[in-house]
């Protein structure tokens, strides 16, 4: 089955820890999206890659790293630098860059600090 | 820049009675539109989009949405709701041309009570 893994589904730091969100999709997409989801807020876009890399900030990147040095694989760093990392964070892909497709979204991490 | 409202935070609803959820736009430039759904502590699953042509757009579980450009909305209604249905809605824009960037609203919670 195709489809985007995220992982691990829960995931705890503590405080002037780097953590990293695992994503990977295996739909020979070339874009891939981190958005972090807070209640009441929706979803907002941290980064995005359109090819493997290169990669763009999105709304809300600081304290946040990516790497796209794979086209299946797009993990986010969450750094010490993030005073508030508590969220849900959701992974997307769509099929490429200036074409308007579906973006599929993964199952989510939720991070909580200790 | 574009931007998403859902002016309703929260929808409660008997099962089998019919639903409408809000979503309005503000763009200066051609939208595409989509809705998608987000069962608890789960990604998001797109339910329909709107690219071009017919105004009138269907999508799964027979829910459907009409673009409407003149009152920049994008309403998603369904005749008869289940207790299924119970979920967190969204909609989301993206202007044409810019590479699939999605901007969010901050949903709606349809609540489907007996």
């Known amino acids: 089955d195709g489809g985007i893994t995220q992982s691990p589904k829960y995931l705890f730091r503590k405080e002037g820890q780097n953590v990293t969100l695992s994503c990977e999709q295996n739909l020979n997409h070339d874009a891939m999206y981190w958005y972090r989801q807070d209640p009441g807020q929706g979803l907002r876009l941290i980064y995005y890659?359109?090819?493997?890399?290169?990669?763009q900030k999105g709304d809300i990147a600081e304290g946040y790293s990516v790497s796209r040095e794979k086209k299946e694989s797009f993990p986010l760093t969450v750094t010490s630098a993030q005073k508030n990392p508590t969220a849900f964070y959701l992974c997307?892909?769509?099929?490429?860059?200036?074409?308007?497709?579906?973006?599929?979204f993964g199952p989510g991490t939720r991070l909580l600090v200790l | 820049a574009q931007s998403v409202t859902q002016l309703d935070s929260q929808v409660p609803v008997f099962e089998e009675a019919p639903v409408e959820l809000r979503c309005n736009y503000s763009s200066s430039v051609s939208v595409y539109l989509f809705w998608y759904v987000q069962y608890p502590n789960q990604g998001l699953q797109l339910l329909l989009k709107?690219?071009?042509?017919?105004?009138l757009v269907k999508g799964i579980n027979g829910f459907e949405a009409e673009f409407n450009k003149s009152q920049t909305s994008f309403h998603l209604r369904k005749p008869s709701v289940h207790i299924s249905d119970t979920a967190e809605y969204f909609c989301a824009v993206s202007e044409t041309g810019t590479a699939s960037k999605l901007t969010f609203g901050t949903g709606t919670r349809l609540q489907v009570t007996l």
């Open positions: 890659s359109q090819i493997v890399n290169d990669f």
């Open positions: 997307a892909s769509s099929i490429g860059p200036g074409i308007q497709e579906t973006q599929y």
């Open positions: 709107y690219l071009s042509g017919s105004t």
